[in-house]
């Protein structure tokens, strides 16, 4: 990797005195302030913006490599700057990061090879005179990616717990009774409004003994005059007094 600070120029070779009246004394150049950068992240990637504008490709060193990173500037009047320099938190793909020349600023975008928010952007050498960073012992989790489930404080995962149960549940059909109210349960709850007005005409007037999907034969059907009753048993009333009920077929 190129090194945060270009090599000193080589010393002028000696040259023999020559006499000459006084020399004129050299043009001094103001050093221009230094420039600055910015960072921000997500889970797979590290944008550095350098705010220096109108930067053409050719007055900018940018070099990435998988643990470092190196940004020089040469600005118009011929300053050399670099930027920044120094080992990056956490590796870098190289061949999937990107580098953007734009009029109000220097767009580096860094591909992470692994997707968790680093604490910082370097850990070695820094520019500006921050100290350097040990990385940590441990590195940190994971960023949570949507849609990835999340363990609970107490290690368990309700969710999968409420449908193993909701599982068991469905394993234990109902018998006898219970599974004849339910497939009317059913039939009622998928019915349209004409098949559960005739359902529930016939089952009410008939006194239980009629249950029926068909409206047109309900409609017309006076369940008590023509009562019915399953086979073998009889209409009664309180008294105990047999009641005239239509004949089974």
Known sequence: PAPCFPPPPAPPRPVAPIATGPAAAPEKRAAPNSIKYQWYQTSSHVTISVLAKNVPEDRAVVSIEEKTVLVRVTTEDGFEMTVLCGELYDPVLPD?????????????????KEAFNWNDLLVGETIGGDKPKKPPAAKPQPAVVPGAHTP????????????????????????????????????YGKATPETRRAMNKSFQTSGGTVLSTNWDEVAKADYEEERQAPSGMVWKNWEGQRLPQKDND
Do not use: C, H
């Not at 020349?101 to 767009?107: I, N």
């Open 152 to 187: 609970y404080a107490s290690k368990r995962d309700w969710n999968t717990i409420e449908k193993e149960m909701q599982e068991e549940l469905d394993k234990d059909k109902p018998e006898g009774e219970e599974a004849l109210n339910k497939l009317f349960q059913d039939i």
């Open 96 to 112: 999937e990061s990107a580098v953007r020349y734009l009029a109000s600023k220097l767009e580096i975008k860094l591909k992470k």
